[in-house]
């Protein structure tokens, strides 16, 4: 069994950042791949960034977040993190970080999920 706990959402104002944590338990977390999607209200759930077990490659959904998200890990803390910086308002939705069984990194990304956390509350306000 696994347990993801993110943590770090809040309302911020356009332009402000948020870190998002992602504390994992249950599993060798240092030897699986990770993701942080989102859902915002009335959308379906997207691929936000995933990086593999190492941290040594990374892919961001390049169209809306890339050069303003940076995901990163501490496998010693098994936890994730997620930097968001001049955040949009469309950037709020509910963010999910995921455990990924599978992670290929095509254009775009290919990957299985096999665990979701609670999700965690953004609201960037304008």
């Known amino acids: 069994q696994v347990q993801l706990v993110e943590s770090g959402g809040g309302l911020v104002q356009a332009g402000g950042s948020l870190r998002l944590s992602c504390a994992a338990s249950?599993?060798?977390?240092?030897?699986?791949?990770m993701g942080w999607f989102r859902q915002a209200p009335g959308k379906e759930r997207e691929f936000v960034a995933a990086?593999?077990?190492?941290?040594?490659?990374?892919?961001y959904c390049e169209d809306s977040v890339k050069g303003r998200f940076t995901i990163s890990r501490d496998n010693a803390k098994n936890t994730m993190y997620l930097q968001m910086n001049s955040l949009k308002p469309e950037d709020t939705a509910v963010y999910y970080c995921?455990?990924?069984?599978?992670?290929?990194?095509?254009?775009?990304?290919?990957?299985?999920?096999?665990?979701w956390g609670q999700g965690t509350q953004v609201t960037v306000s304008s």
């Open positions: 995921a455990v990924l069984g599978y992670l290929r990194f095509s254009r775009p990304p290919t990957y299985e999920v096999d665990y």
């Open positions: 249950g599993r060798t977390f240092s030897r699986t791949a």
């Open positions: 990086i593999s077990w190492s941290g040594a490659s990374i892919a």
